[in-house]
């Protein structure tokens, strides 16, 4: 169904079967090729099906391909599945495919826009048609990371997306998924009913989903989507605040789900001038934090804590770094030692949504003499000024970055090599330009593993960031909901979901 509805019925008009989900923040689109928006790519990954997907634990399997193989460093093949139809009854072919990846990658392919999608398909140069089954994917230079960014591009139909224009595309869906559109009743909710033509998917159980509609309703303030769920309103929210961890758990009929998140959050250390720009300070800066408390106390224990840049999921994870421990009297030592014995003035810049992580880490860097003040700010604002190539007037910016694909390239090669669009902290380290460029190239999985643990060790030695925490992603949800896990990536896959 590709029109939308005028209207939602009232809740109480919903069927006893239908899934109902609890959601932050609305979609921005229904266009597969026009967004850079988690949450609107979890809703779109309930009626969109990719190439490939991943199994829940960072592990890529093939989803509309029925098999993929690498035939050299530059060219991947795909054999596709038979009988896979589109939610219009049209069939799924080949040039689908070329289709979907030419208007990904292509100059002005969305009706004279680029797709903001580009950069995360890397030096995919071109798409080829073998025969009605088969696609290759040909690189302009080895990128072994391409599979693992497969599971967030989604396929679309030429023939609909011919029909409707991007503008029609923003708004209606002609997807291969489990669910497809019923309704879009925009800052309120989005219904899917399930499609009975589903192929089945790439993990048993196979077949259609066993709910007949989806709706995720949207309910961006904290203490009202709590409240939905315990009162029986919806049956699953994400982003569950730690506070109402207690709360949720005490309730007869609800519980707490969690699954390490994919979000790297560090404070991004100014690199470029004093008092930062001095190793020893960074250093004492990282001693001065108290990782466990911070996490135990505000975080309500979900989430791990980290001494350098990658999820202990991440490929490549080297879980052999020196641990920056908590350790006052080292921080102070470091702090005389490159030349300032008593203690630095500096500003954490931080947004409103994590002042009090803000407030905590300001009050352990001052025991330490790093004397700090936090200022509050609006997240585009913080972005655009620590963005700049000087890093302006900034001393310290809480931040963060997340990898939904657990690749090292999503993250090291933005934040880390010198110049790289969220270089925030203005770091750079020839040695690790150069080892993150061997491993963008490198096809043997054991020594680009190597290559990332080394840029890990380069990385903790120097202490560009303040190394943090990687939060779980914590979900409520209600006992009568069956069939349904959380992923590592962020996604909430309800093809296998049932209201009991």
């Known amino acids: 169904m590709l029109t939308m509805a005028a209207a939602i019925a009232p809740p109480a008009a919903w069927g006893a079967h239908d899934i109902r ?74 040039e689908d495919v070329k289709f979907t990846f030419d208007r990904l990658t292509r100059v002005g392919a969305l009706d004279g826009q680029t797709s903001p999608r580009a950069g995360l398909l890397g030096p995919l140069k071109e798409v080829q048609v073998v025969d009605k089954d088969t696609v290759r994917f040909i690189l302009a230079r080895p990128w072994p990371s391409l599979p693992a960014m497969l599971p967030f591009q989604s396929v679309v ?28 009743n925009r800052d309120d909710s989005i219904i899917m009913e399930r499609f009975d033509g589903y192929y089945g998917g790439a993990t048993p159980p196979f077949g259609p989903a066993k709910s007949t509609r ?57 690199n470029t001038k004093p008092p930062f720009n001095d190793p020893r300070v960074r250093k004492a800066a990282n001693y001065a934090i ?56 500096a500003t954490l810049d931080v947004e409103g949504a994590f002042e009090d992580e803000g407030e905590v880490i300001a009050s352990l860097l001052t025991k330490v ?82 290559l990332y643990r080394k840029v890990q060790v380069l990385v903790n030695a120097d202490a560009p960031w303040i190394f943090l925490w990687l939060p779980q992603d914590i979900y409520g949800v209600n006992a009568r909901l069956k069939g349904w896990t959380p992923n590592a990536d962020g996604r909430i896959d309800l093809r296998n979901a049932y209201v009991d």
Request: hydrophobic share 40%; glycine share 10%.
């Open 21 to 94: 989900v609890g959601y932050t923040l609305d979609a921005l689109t229904m266009d597969p090729g026009n967004y850079r928006k988690r949450e609107t790519e979890v809703i779109l990954d309930n009626m969109y099906d990719g190439l490939l997907t991943s199994d829940g634990h960072a592990h890529v399997i093939p989803q509309l391909a029925a098999s993929w193989k690498q035939i050299d460093a530059t060219t991947y093949e795909f054999k596709l599945r038979h009988n896979v139809r589109f939610h219009s009854g049209a069939p799924m072919t080949a």
């Open 369 to 450: 003499g790093i004397r700090t003040k936090v200022a509050v700010g609006e997240g585009s604002v913080l972005k655009a000024k620590w963005s700049s190539k000087d890093k302006g007037g900034g001393d310290m910016w809480f931040t963060s970055w997340g990898d939904a694909g657990l690749d090292p390239e999503g993250i090291l090669d933005p934040t880390l090599t010198t110049g790289g669009r969220g270089n925030a902290a203005g770091y750079s380290n020839p040695k690790v330009d150069a080892l993150l460029h061997a491993a963008s190239k490198e096809v043997d999985p054991a020594k680009r593993a190597e």
């Open 290 to 345: 108290d990782r466990k408390l911070v996490i135990d106390r505000i975080l309500e224990g979900k989430a791990v804590a980290l001494n350098g840049p990658l999820s202990p999921d991440a490929f490549g994870f080297n879980a052999a770094l020196p641990a920056y421990d908590y350790d006052r009297e080292k921080a102070k030592q470091l702090l005389a030692e490159a030349g300032y014995p008593n203690g630095v003035d």
């Open 157 to 184: 139909s030429e023939k609909f997306a011919d029909a409707v224009h991007t503008s029609g595309m923003a708004t209606k869906e002609d997807g291969t998924g489990p669910f497809r559109l019923v309704a879009w």
């Open 214 to 270: 989806a709706i995720f309703q949207i309910i961006p303030e904290s203490a009202s989507r709590v409240a939905a769920l315990l009162a029986g309103s919806v049956d699953l929210i994400n982003d569950l605040p730690a506070h109402s961890i207690k709360e949720v758990q005490a309730n007869k009929d609800t519980k707490v789900v969690t699954v390490n998140g994919t979000r790297t959050f560090f404070v991004a250390l100014n």
